[in-house]
C-alpha cells in the first residue's frame, strides 16, 4: 500500500476538486489500514478505467445498472493496491474489450464518489464514498464488446460529445466526464 500511497502524493491535481480529494485520501489512508477493502464501509479504494479509442475520439461507456447511467468502467480494490490492473481488469471484464494503460504507471485523474444505498446480490450495501483513481485506457473500437451481465445492461462506444449526454449523472457528467474529455484532448500526441 505504500507504493498506491507515493503515487497518489506525487499526484499533481488539476483543479480544487482534485486537490481536496487527494487530501481526503492520504488522510483516511493514513488513518485506515483496510481502506482497500470493502469491509471499511464508510470509504474504499476504486478505480476507474476512462476507455478511449485510438484515435481518442470514441469513449466505451457501460449501462450501470446500480447508477441506471451509461457510465466508465471500474470496480472495487478489493485488497489489491495495484489499481492500474483493477481498472485494466475491470475493464476487460465489463466490457469484453482488451484495454491497455494509455499512460503506464500514472493516475489520470482522482476523485471521491458518494455512493448511494443500494441493493446487491439480495444484501443491502449502506452509502459510503469511493476514494477513487482513474486510468486513461484505450481499446480497439472494432472489437466485439460483451457487456457483464451482473453489472451492466449494455456496452457501447460513444463520440466524445455523446459521452456528454447519455450519461443521466449530471455531477458525474460535468465535474468528471467532461474533465477527463478535456484531459484527453490536451494530451500530446
Known amino acids: 500500500m505504500q507504493k498506491l500511497r507515493e503515487q497518489i502524493a506525487a499526484y499533481q491535481p488539476a483543479n480544487e476538486q482534485e486537490a481536496a480529494d487527494k487530501q481526503l485520501m492520504l488522510s483516511f489512508m493514513d488513518r485506515n489500514p483496510d481502506c482497500l477493502n470493502r469491509s471499511n464501509l464508510a470509504a474504499h479504494f476504486s478505480a476507474s478505467g476512462w476507455i ?17 447511467s451509461w457510465s466508465w468502467t471500474g470496480g472495487h480494490a478489493d485488497g489489491e493496491s495495484n489499481l492500474e490492473a483493477v481498472a485494466i481488469r475491470e475493464a476487460n471484464e465489463e466490457t469484453g474489450v482488451h484495454a491497455v494503460s ?17 441493493e446487491k446480490r439480495g444484501a443491502y450495501v449502506p452509502c459510503h464514498l469511493h476514494l477513487n483513481l482513474t486510468y486513461l485506457l484505450e481499446a480497439d473500437d472494432a472489437e466485439t464488446l ?28 460535468e465535474r468528471v466526464y467532461r474533465k477527463l474529455i478535456q484531459r484527453v484532448e490536451n494530451l500530446p500526441r
Open 52 to 68: 478511449v479509442n485510438k484515435a481518442r475520439d470514441r469513449v466505451l461507456l457501460c449501462y450501470h445498472k446500480v447508477y441506471d
Open 146 to 173: 460483451v457487456a457483464n451481465q451482473e453489472e451492466n445492461a449494455g456496452v457501447r462506444w460513444f463520440s466524445t460529445e455523446e459521452a456528454l449526454t447519455r450519461p443521466t449523472e449530471p455531477w458525474m457528467v
Open 102 to 118: 494509455v499512460i503506464p504507471g500514472q493516475i489520470f485523474s482522482l476523485e471521491c464518489l458518494y455512493v448511494m444505498g443500494h
